[in-house]
């Protein structure tokens, strides 16, 4: 996921700093996890919030800016709390769920266009629905096996 984060902040923006719009999308995507009413639904704003704060983390390191160490907590500590309710939620097939998920939201991002919102944000445009994806996936891996 790491390389696609990297080509996508390339492409799309130059990894151009602004902690503001880094600060905003983060919590628009972690509250998408709290906010959300489907396992696919939170699984997809996991591995959004990763995709932004992977994303978050590169631009820092371009432009040498040091993010706060209380925000690096702050992060960590919401993607792990959000990670442990995916967790009992999809119990021994979480692993091979996130991993899908991860694959089907980095092609999902790819698909988007080069053009920005007024923010810096990418404009989404018309691309596949990586929720709508994301929860048959999980019907597929943990649908009963029928030998």
């Not at 130059?14 to 699984?43: C, S, Y």
Request: aromatic letters at 8%.
């Amino acid at each position: 996921m790491y390389v696609e984060v990297m080509k996508f902040n390339k492409e799309r923006n130059q990894l151009v700093w602004n902690m503001d719009n880094e600060l905003k999308m983060l919590k628009e995507e972690i509250k998408e996890f709290w906010d959300a009413e489907t396992v696919a639904q939170r699984l997809d704003a996991l591995i959004d919030t990763e995709f932004v704060w992977i994303g978050m983390q590169m631009k820092a390191s371009y432009n040498t800016f040091h993010i706060p160490d209380e925000l690096v907590t702050s992060i960590r500590q919401s993607l792990g709390i959000m990670g442990d309710v995916l967790a009992e939620e999809l119990g021994k097939d979480m692993t091979m769920c996130y991993h899908n998920a991860r694959k089907i939201v980095c092609e999902c991002n790819a698909m988007k266009g080069k053009e920005l919102d007024d923010d810096g944000k990418v404009i989404k445009g018309k691309i596949r629905d990586a929720t709508k994806e994301i929860a048959l996936m999980i019907e597929s891996v943990i649908a009963p096996k029928s030998y």
